[in-house]
Each structure stands twice: as structure tokens, then as C-alpha cells.
């Protein structure tokens, strides 16, 4: 229910006197405004009585402006975006639904981490986009086509699901293709669409198969079957498709036996580990599997590992902490335990890191909205963060999340810094320092 | 003031088409259907005018066939009052002229008071659908249509020629339109309400059974391009990819001297 305002404010009160009587003491006006209303009261509250009523909305009402979130927040650091703001701009009657604003919030989670009130825009936003969307708002056109090509192709770049797979053929080791091969397995690597069709991600992914092959894991993927995980649909405000994807993955998964599901990316696990429990509880779905990011996956066999990783990689290496591993999760560790294994290769931390990691942008449906943020922001915020890198004098970004290579790559080509700089999957790495290969 | 959308389905083109065994037809066994662009212009037109308050409802029409039914349910989750599928008995591929026909025969018990549809479709490129069915109906029609205003017992349209000429045509109603281009982009129709209104939503039918035959053109054969000349790659740094891009295009005779 909105509040009605109208009731609560007395309106002869909402003004300033110059001396008061309180409880039969004078008060000289400089003094009296802690005891009056304040003019605060006067401002149309229509839009963030329309915001806080939506459920996942709520909490937006509780910002008191203290500005901790402004320091933190990806956005704001490179453009003029931030919850502050957003609760100031209710406040003072913008349209919110339709305004750029709505759509460039990464949900990374860094303002909820400080803030006193706890205002939660990892919901308000998915919520408010959902609102705009079902009531027929304008979506931006690159999200628009990323929505239309997952709804369609199950992927966001409207490849062809019958290519999913496609990598397999080039890995150079056996894959299991469960579709096709129908055995149990103990692993479901669930690999996602950037490692499927992105061409760096099938780098990776061809990678991950290669050690996990080596490691003696018994793990087999879904290929064709195998659709987007929705988790960043849901978080750019599509919850209709997300549902649609995660009843057609939930019903895929039934169909074979596995003991755990491993992913590739941090969104994935996200959707594996938070939102489809819910939705499956929801919907009378059974859910009840173990799902472990591929870092945790393999630090948790550090000792069959790390004998295998021969090669030294003499690199100065910087970690990217993805935000839906890092402060969603709360893994800092895995990742780097993972880098620390591999011999010779130095660590050096940017400034910004674990808790308070800058986000790649990616998140939150950010992945779908480049060049349209880069209209409210001075730089990209993957451009930022590769700037970062380097000021530590790393010579390899490293990260963990498929979302990250392309946008990081495409980071150091346009801020200048080809050559100085290269971006590694950390199972790129791992493989590296397995089987030689050509990292730098 | 009603209008009328006439949309259709054509092939997926993600997926690699095949010419069907019989040569005649591309092989239509696995492909799936999509709304054939310019309809999606011409919807999004209708509603626009609908939204401005210059109609008062949108319906969309479509021949049967496969995937219509999802074609139809996105209309209407994209804000169309109402979907009608004109069930007919025949396979595709069906010309053009026999589509006109039999839409023609099915807008006798639809109201309507102006007629929208894409100026042309991916599957044959024909662009005659606006032309013969104001033909068959007896309805001024205009073809290349990039903007439509409504007044009076009027629509005032904008059609494009070669080079950028613009006309702005007054045309008596009810009239047929062929939309090349909506005046804003084709609107996104959320997952939730297709879904819902696939559940909730019923398609309507019209059934055509007599038509008077169509004299239409025959698919004798149907093959794949054959690549004559295989295209030319300018590889090398950026230097030299510019000089290369530079001397075909001296070579053409397009570009004369250093340049
Ligand atoms: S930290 Fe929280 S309470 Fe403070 S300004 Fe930001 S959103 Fe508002
Ligand atoms: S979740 Fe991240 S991007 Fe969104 S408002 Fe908070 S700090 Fe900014």
C-alpha cells in the first residue's frame, strides 16, 4: 500500500517560526527545526511510494542520505549514478521507470555491503526494470535483442543451439555429450554460453575439459540442451523468461544422473545456488543439487593438482574478483589459491579488491548494455578496472568469470594498453603451466 | 477506426536452409518460424497510432501455419486487441496472389478500416502482398510506406522512392498499406505476458473454403547460389590493409591519384 503523505504531514505545521514553545520552554527559531516537521515532507512522494510498494522494492525507502554508498558504487566512481542519488531522484519526482537510470545499476552488491540502512539494490533494481518492462516501458535496444535471443536460441547472441557444443571437436580430449551418450556421470559441467560460443571463452573451455580430463574427473556436458542460466535475464528485470529458462534447465538436468553440477561462471552459480532453489521450492520442482564454481571445484583437489602444474608462469598476476563470487558468495579464496598453486607466478592485489572489488560492468544485465552505459559514463567501467590493473603493475589480469575476458580484452585495446597487458582465464592458466602453451 | 494487421511467418534463417528433395521448396522438415520483419514494422505502426489515440483497436491476421500460433500470441502480448488465424487447407509455399486471395475472403467478416503489412517478406522478396490484396478488395493501396497519419476519413502517408525522395500521399480509406519502416523500433513483448496469454488468450478462426483460383507464378526449380568469384582478403597491418583498401579502389577507377 502507498503511504498517503497527505495524512501524516500537518501542513500548517511545515513552516518556520521564529520562536516556539515546547513543553513550555521558548525556543528561538535557529534552534526550533528539530522540533517541526521538516520541509522535506512537501516533495511528491507518488514515484518511491510507487517503487517501495513493488515487492523487492521496499527497501529503497529506507535511505537516509548519508552518501557511504557513493564511494563505492562502480557507477558512480565513473559517472553520476548511485543509490543516493536514485532515492534523491524519486524523491524529487522523476520518472525512474523511464529514465536511463533504470538500467545501469551492474547489481554488484558493493553499496549493500556499507550501507547502514541496508538498502538492497541488488532487488530494487530487478524489480523495478520488471515493473517497466511488464508495463510496456521502452527496453534498450541491445538488452532488447539479447532478451528476443535467449528467449529464442537459449543464448544471447542468437547462435545456433545446435552449435552449442561445437567447441567439443577442437578440446583435443574426449568430452562426454550426455544427450548423446546417456551414462551417468560424477560432474555436470555446466559451461554456458560464453565459453560455448564466445571465441576467448571457448578458449577457456577448451581449457577446462583438457585439465578436468587430466584430472581423472568423470564429468560430462548437456551441449545442445544446455541453455542460458537467466540469473542476469532475471537481475535486467525479465523474470517471465528467467522462469521460462529455469523450468526448461530444471527439467533438463532431471534427465540425467549426476552426483554435482560445476560452472564455469559466478551468474551461473548464482542462479544454481540462489535463485533456482527458490523458484524450484516455488513451482514444485525437485532441487537438491550440489553446485560448485569451478574454482572451488578444484581448489577442493589441490593436492591432485598442484604436482601437475609443472610449468612455471614467471608473471605478475592480478586477480578480478567477479561480484557474484566475491561479495555475493563470499569466495575470495578459492581463486586465489588456485593462482598461488601455479609455480613461479607472482600476486600483486589492485587497490580495490575481495570485499570492495570494482565490478566488470557485466553484471546485472550490464553484459547486454555496453554502449548504452557508456553514454552515462566518462569510461567503461571494464576500462576502468584494466586501468587498475595495470597501476599494480600487473602484466596479466586474471578472472574467473566468462563474462570478463571479452570485456577486459576489449578494455585494454581501447584504453591504449595492448601488449602491456593480457587477460587469462585462470584455467587458461592452470592449463598453461599443465601443458606449456603460450600465455605471453 | 479499426485497424487490421496482416502478418506472416517466414524461415528461421539461424538455422542453414536445404532445398527440399523435390527441388521445388526449401526443405521445411527441422527449421522453425519467426514473424517475417516488416510485419513486425507494420504491427508496431498500428500500435503506435492506437496508443496516440488515432485508432481505436489493432487486430492481427495471419494465414495458418506452422509457428503462427506463437506469432500471433507475441502480437498480442505486444498490445494487439485481437489475433485471427485464417485456417485455408494448403501447403506452403504459398504466392503471393493466392495469399491476397485468401486473405481477401477473410477480411469480408473482419471490420476494418485500414490494412497494414510488411512491404515485403524474407521468403520470396515478392513485395506484391499490399498491391493485390487492394486489388482483390478494391482498396487504394501504397506501397514503401515510412510514416502514416490518420485524419478523417484519411491516412496520410509517407512513401519513399529511389534516392531518398520522399512523397506524402493522401489516401481514401479503407485503403491498403505496405510498411517499410515503423517510426520507432519494433517494441519488446515480455516472456511472462506471451505466456500468460497463451494460456488465457484464445487465437479466433476464419475459414476460407471458397476462393476463386489465382493465377500464380510456379516454383520450377529452387538452388543454392553458386560463388562465381571468391571475395578478395586485405590482410596485413593497418598500413598496409589501407593501402590495399586504397588500391582497389584506384584500380575501380573510383579514386584517382595518391589519394
Ligand atoms: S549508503 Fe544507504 S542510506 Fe546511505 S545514501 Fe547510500 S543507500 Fe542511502
Ligand atoms: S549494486 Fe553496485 S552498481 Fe548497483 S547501485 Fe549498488 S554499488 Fe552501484
Known amino acids: 500500500m502507498p503511504t498517503d503523505w497527505s495524512k501524516k504531514v500537518e501542513k500548517e505545521r511545515v513552516l518556520e517560526k521564529e520562536v516556539a514553545v515546547v513543553e513550555g520552554v521558548e525556543l528561538r527559531g535557529m534552534w526550533n527545526r528539530m522540533f517541526e516537521q521538516r520541509v522535506i515532507w512537501d516533495y511528491e512522494t507518488g514515484i518511491l511510494d510507487q517503487i517501495t510498494s513493488l515487492p523487492g522494492g521496499e527497501s529503497l525507502g529506507y535511505c537516509y542520505q548519508c552518501g557511504k554508498c557513493v564511494g563505492v558504487c562502480p557507477v558512480d566512481i565513473v559517472g553520476n549514478y548511485g543509490p543516493r542519488k536514485i532515492y534523491r531522484k524519486a524523491q524529487l519526482g522523476t520518472d525512474l521507470f523511464s529514465d536511463p537510470d533504470l538500467w545501469l545499476c551492474t547489481t554488484c552488491m558493493n553499496c549493500l555491503r556499507v550501507c547502514p540502512k541496508e538498502v538492497n539494490m541488488v532487488e530494487i533494481m530487478p524489480a523495478m526494470r520488471a515493473f517497466a518492462i511488464n508495463s510496456g516501458r521502452p527496453v534498450p535496444p541491445e538488452l532488447q535483442k539479447a532478451f528476443e535471443n535467449i528467449a529464442r536460441y537459449g543464448n544471447p547472441m542468437g547462435e545456433s543451439p545446435r552449435r552449442r557444443a561445437d567447441w567439443v571437436k577442437t578440446a583435443g580430449v574426449p568430452v562426454t555429450v550426455l544427450p548423446q551418450s546417456r551414462r551417468p556421470v560424477d560432474v555436470l559441467l555446466y559451461v554456458g554460453s560464453y565459453p560455448s560460443y564466445h571465441p576467448r571463452g571457448q578458449d577457456a573451455a577448451r581449457a577446462m575439459v583438457r585439465v578436468l580430463d587430466r584430472l581423472g574427473v568423470d564429468f560430462g556436458i548437456l551441449g545442445p540442451e544446455e541453455k542460458e542460466d537467466g540469473d542476469s535475464v532475471r537481475m535486467a528485470g525479465e523474470r517471465g523468461l528467467f522462469e521460462m529458462l529455469a523450468e526448461d534447465n530444471i527439467r533438463t538436468f532431471a534427465r540425467y544422473q549426476f552426483e554435482r553440477i560445476v560452472v564455469f561462471g559466478p551468474h551461473e552459480y548464482n542462479a544454481f545456488v540462489r535463485a533456482y532453489p527458490r523458484f524450484a521450492a516455488e513451482n514444485g520442482f525437485d532441487w537438491s543439487y550440489q553446485v560448485l564454481h569451478y574454482t572451488q571445484f578444484l581448489a577442493s583437489m589441490l593436492d591432485r593438482l598442484q604436482p601437475l602444474l609443472v610449468r612455471p608462469l614467471e608473471y605478475t598476476v592480478t586477480f578480478h574478483d567477479p561480484c557474484y563470487l566475491g561479495r555475493h558468495h563470499n569466495e575470495y579464496e578459492a581463486p586465489r589459491r588456485l593462482l598461488r598453486a601455479i609455480p613461479g607466478l607472482k600476486m600483486v592485489e589492485m587497490f580495490r579488491c575481495r570485499e570492495n572489488g570494482y565490478c566488470c560492468g557485466g553484471g546485472g544485465g550490464g553484459m547486454w548494455l555496453d554502449s548504452f552505459t557508456s553514454g552515462y559514463t566518462r569510461r567503461r567501467l571494464s576500462e576502468q578496472r584494466v586501468l587498475e590493473a595495470i597501476e599494480v603493475g600487473a602484466e596479466v589480469l586474471a578472472v574467473c568469470c566468462p563474462y570478463e575476458v571479452s570485456r577486459f580484452e576489449d578494455a585494454v585495446k581501447s584504453t591504449g594498453n595492448d601488449g602491456r597487458l593480457v587477460v587469462r582465464d585462470i584455467i587458461e592458466l592452470i592449463a598453461e603451466s599443465m601443458f606449456g602453451g603460450d600465455t605471453k | ?259
Open chain 2, 1 to 259: 477506426m479499426n485497424l487490421v494487421v496482416v502478418v506472416r511467418e517466414v524461415p528461421d534463417i539461424q538455422e542453414e536452409l536445404e532445398v527440399a528433395a523435390d527441388g521445388k521448396d526449401i526443405d521445411r522438415t527441422f527449421i522453425s518460424f519467426v514473424m517475417n520483419e516488416f510485419d513486425e514494422q507494420a504491427l508496431e505502426e498500428a500500435l503506435v497510432l492506437k496508443e496516440e489515440g488515432q485508432a481505436d483497436s489493432v487486430l492481427v491476421a495471419a494465414l495458418d501455419g506452422e509457428g503462427v500460433d506463437d506469432i500471433l500470441y507475441t502480437a498480442l502480448a505486444k498490445g494487439a486487441d485481437e489475433a485471427v488465424k485464417v485456417i485455408h487447407g494448403l501447403e506452403p509455399p504459398i504466392p503471393t496472389r493466392v495469399r491476397a486471395a485468401l486473405l481477401a475472403a477473410a477480411l469480408k467478416s473482419i471490420p476494418h478500416d485500414l490494412i497494414f503489412t510488411g512491404v515485403q517478406s524474407a521468403e520470396d522478396w515478392d513485395g506484391q502482398l499490399a498491391p493485390l490484396l487492394g486489388a482483390a478488395l478494391d482498396y487504394p493501396w501504397v506501397e514503401v510506406v515510412t510514416a502514416v497519419r490518420l485524419e478523417d476519413g484519411l491516412a496520410v502517408v509517407e512513401k519513399e522512392f529511389k534516392g531518398g525522395l520522399r512523397a506524402e500521399l493522401e489516401v481514401r480509406l479503407p485503403a491498403v498499406l505496405g510498411i517499410q519502416a515503423a517510426t520507432k523500433p519494433p517494441r519488446y513483448a515480455p516472456v511472462s505476458r506471451i505466456r500468460q496469454l497463451m494460456r488465457t488468450a484464445t487465437l479466433k478462426t476464419v475459414e476460407v473454403n471458397e476462393m476463386s483460383p489465382a493465377p500464380a507464378a510456379k516454383i520450377r526449380r529452387l538452388s543454392r547460389p553458386v560463388a562465381s568469384r571468391s571475395a578478395e582478403f586485405i590482410e596485413g597491418s593497418l598500413d598496409e590493409v589501407v593501402e590495399g583498401l586504397l588500391s582497389v579502389f584506384r584500380n575501380a577507377g573510383v579514386l584517382r591519384g595518391e589519394g
